[in-house]
């Protein structure tokens, strides 16, 4: 298995070098991220459940897919790349809107991304990647709000910030 790069950035998102991606998370260095929302035409969103496995947050719902461009990718580019990847669709991606955050997680990893929000619309099903994704499920809108409401927990950290900060 190769070693993936992702790309340090600052506040503003001015590129500053590139890191292994495990060392990024390690040190919580903020780096350019994404995170793709997909809709069907009934407005439903597409959620996955990340593959138990992951190395962090595994078995947790959150949007169709996220990740990390490579140094030199187009971010919209990538976003289509990891959808393909992790879901097994293409659809028209634009980019909505971006935040930072940052997170802690139990095994000592610390995401702290300068996030994308790619947004995209398709009716197909998606083909999943079992490495990557655990199941899927369309869900509308209020069904979605409330239950990332009573029930946090079963959501990732960014797709709660996406939530709460009204990006989705």
């Not at 949007?63 to 393909?84: K, Q, T, W, Y």
């Not at 099903?125 to 009573?150: C, F, H, M, R, T």
Request: aromatic fraction near 10%; charged fraction near 25%.
């Amino acid at each position: 298995m190769s070693l993936e790069y992702v790309i340090l950035v600052d506040s503003n998102d001015s590129e500053l070098g590139v890191m292994e991606k495990m060392e990024a998370h390690e040190k919580g260095v903020l780096h350019r991220a994404f995170s793709v929302i997909i809709y069907n035409s009934k407005g439903e969103m597409l959620l996955q459940q990340r593959a138990l496995h992951k190395y962090h947050s595994g078995g947790l719902w959150t949007n169709a897919c996220c990740s990390h461009p490579r140094p030199g990718e187009n971010i919209v580019d990538a976003g289509n790349r990891r959808l393909s990847e992790e879901m097994g669709l293409s659809a028209e991606l634009s980019i909505k809107n971006h935040f930072i955050y940052q997170a802690s997680f139990d095994n000592g990893l610390i995401e702290h991304e300068f996030d994308y929000v790619l947004e995209g619309k398709t009716d197909l099903e998606p083909v999943i990647n079992p490495e990557e994704v655990n199941a899927y499920k369309w869900v509308g809108p209020e069904e979605l709000k409330q239950s990332i409401v009573d029930d946090p927990e079963l959501y990732t950290f960014w797709f709660r910030e996406l939530f709460h900060r009204k990006l989705i």
